[in-house]
């Protein structure tokens, strides 16, 4: 009887150390999963963190659109400040009249302003690069860009001698904090071989010497996804211009405020957003009569309207 007291007691012992064991171990599992969750709620705040980096799409005005009224430095002045009353806290400054580089800046930083990129000729930047770097470290300006390039280079063998000419004069750029990009309108996208233009310049050119400031209307004027391009380009694109585009009944497009038209604005700025574009700066070749700071003001509220502010 003794013997089976002490059998069933060390039974139990064993049992109670068993369940020791057992609650040793759930509370590892436990630890564990606090662990897990942790690490899961680090990734969430670093994914958040990716994506709203991603996200950081942010709007400007392409001066292009108001030229008729940058053509002295009263109408400069004017322009910033309407341009500034709308929202717009960014500028590309375009097709301006003769002013003085500081005065600008003095301008732009006046109405809250960053001047964020540029549009200049192409010979501009190749035959008087020191004066290039110059103005845009005046207006602490990061994105250089050429709207396009004469005829003569349009041809077989035009993109890869663009591509050479450029090495030098990208580099300077470069080597004061300066970026430097090509606008497209539809020309560039006429194939020469099997493939475009504007295939072909990006292909000649490394993203190091040339980024993409493309063209949404210019794109789909002719015949492109620029949704695509957006993609297929990725990091290669600080800036960008936003434009819509209209068909009327007799069949001619035009320019519009971006929302306006037919372009498919929530494509678009996912390719963006996913790109990391930086600047999407809203322009209009064209009017037809309307108020211009009236058509850049309908661009804006509109893409305040997508989450872009």
């Given amino acids: 009887m003794e013997d089976a007291v002490q059998e069933l007691k060390a039974g139990a012992q064993e049992l109670q150390a068993g369940a020791q064991e057992l609650q040793a171990g759930a509370q590892e599992l436990k630890a564990g ?8 709620e680090e990734l969430k705040a670093g994914a958040e ?44 400054v375009s097709a ?12 732009a930083s006046d109405n809250g302003l960053e001047i964020v990129a540029t549009h200049f000729g192409w010979d501009e930047f190749r035959d008087n690069t020191e004066h290039m770097v110059e103005v845009h470290l005046a207006w602490d300006c990061p994105h250089a860009a050429i709207g396009g390039l004469p005829a003569e280079y349009f041809q ?3 993109a890869a001698r663009f591509a050479g000419e450029l090495a030098p004069v990208a580099e300077r750029l470069a080597a004061a904090g300066i970026d430097f990009s090509y606008h497209n309108h539809s020309h560039e996208l006429v194939r020469y071989g099997a493939t475009t ?16 400031e493309l063209d949404v209307y ?26 819509d585009m209209v068909v009327l009944p007799d069949r001619t497009q035009r320019f519009a405020p971006v929302g306006a038209g037919n372009l498919n604005w929530p494509r678009i700025v996912a390719a963006c957003r ?3 574009v930086e600047w999407a700066l809203v322009e209009q070749d064209q009017t037809y009569g309307a108020d211009p700071f009236a058509e850049l003001a309908a661009s804006l509220r509109f893409l305040q309207g997508m989450g872009i502010s």
């Fill in 33 to 40: 999963a606090q662990e897990l969750k942790a690490g899961a």
């Fill in 49 to 92: 963190e990716l994506q709203a980096g991603a996200q950081e799409l942010q709007p400007g005005a392409q001066l292009y659109t108001v030229r008729d009224y940058t053509q002295t430095p009263s109408g400069v002045a004017e322009a910033l400040r309407k341009v500034a009353e709308m929202g717009y806290r960014a500028v590309q």
């Fill in 96 to 107: 301006f009249g003769p002013i003085a580089p500081r005065e600008v800046a003095r301008m």
């Fill in 156 to 158: 077989a063998g035009g």
């Fill in 197 to 212: 233009w504007l295939h072909q310049v990006y292909e000649a050119a490394p993203p190091e010497h040339l980024k993409a």
């Fill in 218 to 243: 210019w794109l789909a004027a002719g015949g492109a996804d620029p949704a695509q391009w957006i993609g297929d380009l990725g990091a290669r694109q600080p800036v960008i211009h936003f434009k």
């Fill in 274 to 276: 996913g790109a990391g």
